[in-house]
C-alpha cells in the first residue's frame, strides 16, 4: 500500500511538471473559427456545440483553453476498463478508501453496476474501485487513460487520478468532442451514462437493505436522444457538463467547463443546446 501511494504522488508530481498548464487567461478560439452568439449568457468560461460527423461547430468559447474536468474524467476511467476485456459480472468486494465517501463501501458489486454508479452517479469509490481491479492496478489504469487520450488526439489532456477529484485532471472542450465521439462506439457506456436509477441490493444477516442511486445529469428527463452524459464538479473545476445528443439525423457534441455551479451547468446545456433549435442566446 505504501508502494502504491507513493507510485501515485511521482505520478501526480510527474503531472504537474509536463502536464498540460492549466490555464484560466487563456483566450483562444477553434481551429474552424468561432461561431457569434451572445455569449454572455452562457456562464461557462469554456464550451462547445459541435457536429460530430462534420465538424460543424455551432458554438464556442475559449473551447482550446485548459481547465480541470473534475468528474468527467470517469468516462475515460470507465472506457478503459470496458477495452480491457474484464468480466462485468464478476463481483467485488467495495472496501473503504480514506478521503473517498461512498453508500457503497462494505458491500459487494458487480463491475457493471460500479461502472453504472460512476457514470450515472458519480460516485467516487466506485471508479476508485474500478481502478484498483484494473489489470495491473490503478497505476496501469492511470498509464491506460492517458494512452487512450494520446491514441485519440487528445494533446491537451492528463488524468492524474481515476476519480476527478484531483484538480489536475484536465483537458479541453475541443479534446472533449473527441473522448465523446469515441465514448460513443461503447453500448455499455452509452447506456450505464445515460441510466436514470440504479437499486442496489445490501444483504444482511436478517434482511436485505436497498440503496437508490440517480442520474446527476437533469437534462437526461428534458432533452431526448442524449446518448452520452457527464457531469463534473470540484471547486477548481466549476461545473462541468459533457453530452452526446443525437437529434434530427446529427450527433451534436456539446461540452461546457467552468461553469458558475453544479445548477448553471444545466442551464449552460439547455442554451447550447437550443442553438441547434435557432434559439438564441
Known sequence: MLLLKNAVRLLIIISLSIGPVYAKKHHSTAKHGPVPTKSSSILATSYMVQ???????????????????????????????????????????????????????????????LLTLAL??????????????????????????????????MKSTYFADPTGLFENNVSTAQDLVKLTRAAEQYPFLRFASTNTRL??????KKKSTYLEFHTTNRL???????????????????????????????????????SKNTHTRFRDGELLYGLEHGKSI
Request: aromatic share 2%; hydrophobic share 40%.
Open 220 to 258: 437526461i428527463h428534458s432533452i431526448p436522444d442524449i446518448v452520452i452524459s457527464k457531469t463534473g464538479w470540484i471547486q477548481n473545476s466549476g461545473g462541468c457538463l459533457l453530452m452526446s445528443i443525437h437529434d434530427r439525423g446529427r450527433r451534436l457534441a456539446v461540452i461546457l467547463l467552468n
Open 51 to 113: 457536429d460530430i460527423d462534420t465538424g460543424e461547430i455551432i458554438a464556442e468559447k475559449n473551447s482550446s483553453e485548459v481547465r480541470s474536468i473534475a468528474s468527467i474524467t470517469k468516462l475515460m476511467t470507465a472506457m478503459v476498463v470496458v477495452e480491457a476485456g474484464q468480466n462485468l459480472d464478476e463481483v467485488i468486494n467495495v472496501k473503504p478508501v480514506y478521503g473517498i465517501r461512498s453508500r457503497m463501501q462494505n458491500t459487494k458489486r458487480t463491475r457493471a453496476e
Open 199 to 204: 437499486t442496489v441490493e445490501v444483504p444482511h
Open 120 to 153: 450515472m452517479s458519480s460516485d467516487n469509490l466506485a471508479a476508485k474501485v474500478l481502478a484498483m481491479h484494473y489489470p495491473g492496478g490503478e497505476i496501469s489504469a492511470l498509464i491506460a487513460m492517458n494512452a487512450k487520450a494520446q491514441q485519440l488526439n
